[in-house]
């Protein structure tokens, strides 16, 4: 089988690995990197890079979990509690972050990594096939900008603290990255200008994207990424209407039971479930499940380091069928959600759209929602499910329900947190600790990033 990765670590190395396929073993020369020109010259070597970009895309160190495990324990103060030995996550747990912090530095590598492989796929777009170009341009963008949006929620401050047309966000990079020259050296955008890129990249992603597409990107996945975009930016009418049109579409539907929406413990990757509108699959060719890693106990792979606090389980109400999202092991409790090493990683599920509706609707007006569903209606469809039943949404029950529904999965604790201005903790919501360093390593070989505040040069 043919595999072409384009994988670049901004401002540290470049590797282009590349191998050829209809060859016999002992036609293929061993190559360590090669020209993009020579790389690129069929829309199905396009088309196997693409795929790269997914297996980077899912790496441990992004979309694979660790920036949103890690999001997760800035984000809390008394739901988790951490037993690991890993310095880099006790900093994190601590709210004490070191520019040296090892899993930051990787988020930051694997994320632009991400981005230079999509890059070069869309820089050699002229040679698709026309019938796939659109689909092949649309997950691109979908990687693209979705890669962005991760990076610039964690690495920058939230869109609305304080003024994003002058806060500094992150580098956008939008051509490949071929050799590092000073034209490399590049400096961080606002916080507005890397919104409005992902924005641009998301919005082509849905027009061009297909409704069915197996495992990659949808026409839904980024809309629904849209979605959260634009909630987090405070745009609730834009995110109510692009939850509706994942909503409407009739592409996906609630799984009958909670548990039923999340990998069986010990599975291996396979099939989404039908809540799924985007998964990462993760097996042992593409690494493992960094959410596993410190929410599973041993007995599932994981290091048993991210207990679940017995606090956090009064937030149930008496019959929440998801309090039976949790599992006992050596006398500490565990969530459920990645009770396996290898399985499909949820990134976005059906569900969050009908909070995020709801949420928007609440927030706007109740009377002439979007959709046409109340907020009530898209609330007690996700309480139903859990076996809960009917009440009248208010703001405070739907964020209330939106945080039971989404517990420990993609970093909402913080992110949450931070639009809708509520302290963790003693911790204030825009605190400076509550935001990634830019990795030393990056700061010691561009001369023009600027560190975050809080950071010292």
């Not at 895309?57 to 103060?77: E, I, K, Q, W």
């Not at 990255?177 to 000073?182: F, G, S, W």
């Not at 109340?374 to 009248?392: C, E, F, G, Y």
């Not at 825009?430 to 950071?455: R, S």
Request: aromatic share 10%.
């Amino acid at each position: 089988m043919k595999k072409i990765q384009i994988y670049n670590l901004l401002f540290t190395v470049m590797l282009i690995a590349f191998a050829s396929s209809c060859k016999k073993p002992l036609d293929i020369n061993p190559l360590n990197s090669v020209e993009q020109d020579k790389a690129f010259q069929s829309s199905k070597d396009i088309e196997v890079a693409l795929v790269g970009s997914y297996a980077d895309m899912g790496s441990r160190n992004f979309y694979g979990g660790r920036p949103f495990v890690m999001a997760d324990f800035l984000g809390s103060t008394n739901t988790i509690e951490w037993y690991g030995t890993y310095q880099d996550i006790t900093q994190t747990y601590n709210k004490s972050i070191l520019k040296s912090n090892s899993i930051v530095n990787s988020v930051w590598a694997v994320g632009y990594a991400t981005i230079n492989d999509v890059n070069n796929v869309i820089a050699a777009l002229d040679k698709v096939d026309a019938v796939k170009k659109n689909k092949v341009e649309g997950e691109a963008k979908f990687i693209r900008g979705a890669s962005y949006f991760d990076l610039v929620k964690v690495f920058a401050k939230s869109y609305n603290d304080g003024s994003p047309t002058t806060n500094l966000g992150v580098p956008i990079v939008l051509t490949p990255t071929k050799a590092i020259t000073e034209e490399s050296f590049v400096t961080r955008a606002t916080v507005q200008a890397v919104y409005q890129q992902v924005i641009a990249d998301l919005t082509d992603a849905e027009l061009k994207l297909p409704a069915a597409n197996g495992f990659f990107a949808t026409k839904g996945a980024a809309a629904a990424m849209l979605a959260r975009v634009y909630l987090q930016m405070g745009n609730f009418s834009a995110a109510a209407n692009a939850a509706n049109r994942v909503i409407i579409a009739n592409t996906y539907t609630l799984s009958p039971t909670y548990l039923g929406a999340f990998p069986v413990a010990g599975s291996v990757a396979g099939a989404n479930t039908t809540e799924d509108i985007f998964a990462i699959q993760v097996n042992t060719l593409t690494g493992f499940n960094g959410y596993n890693e410190f929410y599973g106990a041993t007995i599932y792979n994981g290091r048993g380091d991210a207990v679940i606090a017995n606090a956090w389980m009064t937030n149930y109400e008496v019959g929440d069928d998801r309090i039976n999202s949790f599992y006992i092991s050596g006398g500490d409790r565990f969530t459920s959600k990645y009770a396996n090493n290898f399985g499909n990683v949820p990134i976005i599920r059906y569900a969050e759209m009908f909070l995020i509706r709801a949420e928007c609707n609440q927030r706007l007006s109740p009377a002439a929602p979007i959709g046409g569903q109340t907020p009530s209606q898209d609330l007690n469809k996700i309480r139903a499910r859990v076996n809960l039943a009917p009440v009248i949404a208010t703001l405070a029950n739907i964020l209330k329900e939106r945080k039971l529904e989404l517990a420990f999965e993609g970093g909402f604790f913080l992110h949450d947190a931070k639009r809708t201005q509520t302290n963790i903790g003693s911790i204030a919501w825009n605190a400076n600790v509550l935001v990634f360093p830019i990795p030393q390593n990056e700061m010691d070989a561009n001369k023009n990033l600027k560190q975050n505040a809080g950071y010292i040069n």
